[in-house]
Every structure is written in structure tokens, then in C-alpha cells.
């Protein structure tokens, strides 16, 4: 099975990008660290990543619903 990017639905604050990319990653750090870090990026990238982060939102699709990936970290 091919996996795929999508916005999270679940522990979606902004948008779910965030959280679907830690989820595609499969990584398990926490996502409100993982924001954090955006926040700090964004700061010295002069605003670029929230740039990247809106495109992101709006070319990445919302996981469908009832989509569950047996591989997914955050899968119970």
C-alpha cells in the first residue's frame, strides 16, 4: 500500500498540515513540539515558511473520512 500525505483530521489546530506531516513521517515526537519548532523557523525565515505552510494547506487534501492506515503512529 502506497502511502499518502494527507491533513490531519484529528490533531488538526491550524489547517492539520503540521500534524499530517509528522503523521506521513511516522514520527512520534510530540506535534505541539513539532509547532513550536514551526513557530521558531518561521521567525527567522522572515516569514517564508508561513508562506510554504499556506500552500501546504491548501495543496495537501484533508484525510478522508473513516481513513485508517494500519502503519500510522497515531492509529489505535
Same mark, same amino acid.
Given at each position: 500500500?502506497?502511502?499518502?500525505?494527507?491533513?490531519?483530521?484529528?490533531?488538526?489546530? /491550524? !489547517? !492539520? =498540515?503540521?500534524? !499530517?506531516?509528522?503523521?506521513? /513521517?511516522?514520527?512520534?515526537?510530540? =506535534?505541539?513540539?513539532?509547532?513550536?519548532?514551526? =513557530?521558531?523557523?518561521?521567525?527567522?525565515?522572515?516569514?517564508?515558511?508561513?508562506?510554504?505552510?499556506?500552500?501546504?494547506?491548501?495543496?495537501?487534501?484533508?484525510?478522508?473520512? !473513516? /481513513?485508517?492506515?494500519?502503519?500510522?503512529?497515531?492509529?489505535?
Amino acid at each position: 500500500m502506497k502511502k499518502k500525505l494527507y491533513r490531519c483530521r484529528d490533531s488538526a489546530v /491550524f !489547517g !492539520g =498540515v503540521v500534524a !499530517g506531516i509528522a503523521e506521513y /513521517f511516522q514520527w512520534t515526537l510530540d =506535534v505541539s513540539l513539532l509547532r513550536v519548532l514551526l =513557530v521558531i523557523l518561521a521567525l527567522f525565515t522572515n516569514g517564508i515558511l508561513i508562506v510554504a505552510y499556506l500552500v501546504a494547506w491548501v495543496i495537501i487534501p484533508k484525510k478522508p473520512l !473513516g /481513513f485508517e492506515d494500519e502503519h500510522d503512529p497515531f492509529f489505535q
